[in-house]
């Protein structure tokens, strides 16, 4: 068988955050440096310095995926649920600190449903996002900050790193303003809302810059060893995988892969081969002798996470999690649709992109001087090839 392959109450809100503002340790969230806390109600200011005492268990702070761009937020969470850190109150507190760099925000939408987000990176309308997140996606919506729902194409792509490069028909955008310093370990980062100045999650770098290599792509279902030449028959499906979304059912026997016949689980097998992570697959099945069609999305998942109990505990995982050439990890927790946006640091300048969500903690985001060139390499193409259709150059305003 083929494997499965700062605690804040209520009624408190930090206000001063800088630049140099880190933490020695993901998982306790110290700060290595005075923080600033005050209160609403009395204006005190209390103090956590490198003295503070470990936390306790029950203080440790846990951080749920984030939401808020993809559905609009309840006030009441944050209340309910004040030791996490992607609570309102906590987020709330890089307000400042993001200032207008929330604004080169962008919401990808397909069928009114939120397939990523988008970083705005020049102000002629040329988007950036994460690719694989984009594929199958017949038409495509790109909603603004300021509430403009305009139709955007992609013009080009980078496989490699797995960036889209889309256009949509506007001027005078918001665009991105880089900074090109990899972000030092323990650095807090903030993943924007296109929405407002609070973010939608926070989190801090945790290593890189680093190279991910490439895992083998998987549909997430084991077979039977023999189906007598009538397919290739499910024995179990893998909780979070592709089949398990696309709705593969044990005992569907797979009768054709792309149109190309299956007879058996190894021919099933060679034909998955050279697929990669987020690419969708289109399997004629026979369940209970009826003839069905599947889309069916590949993943690339580490084989740490081919297990029903790993795929459980670290919850939604892009399709596209490997084969980067260069990366760094911050440990801001989102959902695949919510990579291709930019990551913040404290200055309010963007020094990457998200681009896969990895593990329970784990976030990869490409640095700035990295998605830089690809940049400036897909508009000058994009740009060759429209004005050889149109015979009229295409604008543009790099940053």
């Not at 495509?140 to 797995?162: F, P, Q």
């Not at 279902?221 to 044990?250: F, M, P, T, Y």
């Amino acid at each position: 068988m083929i494997a499965f392959g700062l605690g804040v109450n209520p009624g408190c809100a930090p206000i001063s955050l800088t630049s140099q503002t880190t933490v020695a340790d993901s998982s306790s969230l110290q700060s290595q440096q005075e923080l600033d806390v005050t209160t609403d109600g009395t204006g005190s200011v209390a103090h956590q310095s490198e003295s503070s005492t470990e936390p306790s268990e029950s203080d440790v702070l846990v951080q749920e995926p984030a939401l808020r761009s993809v559905r609009k937020m309840e006030f009441s969470s944050g209340s309910r649920q004040p030791k996490h850190r992607s609570n309102f109150f906590m987020l709330q507190a890089f307000n400042e600190a993001i200032g207008d760099s929330y604004k080169c925000t962008v919401q990808l939408m397909h069928d009114g449903d939120q397939c990523a987000l988008g970083t705005i990176v020049d102000t002629n309308g040329w988007i950036v996002s994460k690719a694989s997140e984009l594929q199958n996606r017949t038409s495509l919506k790109c909603l603004l900050n300021d509430d403009r729902e305009i139709e955007a194409k992609v013009v080009g792509t980078d496989v490699e790193m797995d960036v889209a490069l889309l256009k949509i028909s506007a001027s005078n955008l918001n665009a991105v303003q880089w900074d090109l310093a990899i972000p030092e370990q323990g650095r807090w980062l903030a993943t924007t809302d296109l929405r407002s100045s609070v973010p939608t999650a926070i989190g801090v770098v945790s290593a890189g810059p680093t190279r991910i290599p490439n895992q083998r792509a998987v549909l997430g279902v084991l077979l039977d060893e023999d189906a007598g030449n009538k397919g290739a028959v499910v024995s179990q499906v893998l909780n979070g995988s592709g089949a398990h979304d696309a709705g593969i059912r044990e005992r569907d026997y797979i009768l054709s892969v792309d149109g190309k016949s299956v007879d058996s689980r190894d021919q099933f097998l060679n034909l998955l081969k050279g697929g990669k992570g987020g690419q969708y697959l289109t399997l004629k099945i026979n369940r209970d002798e009826n003839m069905i069609e599947k889309q069916v999305r590949l993943m690339d998942l580490s084989s740490e996470l081919l297990d029903e109990t790993e795929m459980e505990v670290n919850g939604p995982i892009s399709a596209r999690s490997t084969g980067f050439g260069r990366i760094f990890m911050h440990d801001t927790v989102i959902l695949p649709n919510q990579c291709g946006g930019p990551l913040v640091n404290l200055d309010g300048k963007v020094v990457g992109i998200n681009i896969a969500r990895a593990g329970r903690v784990s976030t990869y985001a490409l640095p700035a001087d990295t998605i830089m060139p690809i940049i400036k390499r897909l508009m000058q193409n994009a740009t060759v090839i429209a004005k050889s259709s149109t015979g009229r150059p295409v604008s543009t305003d790099s940053n």
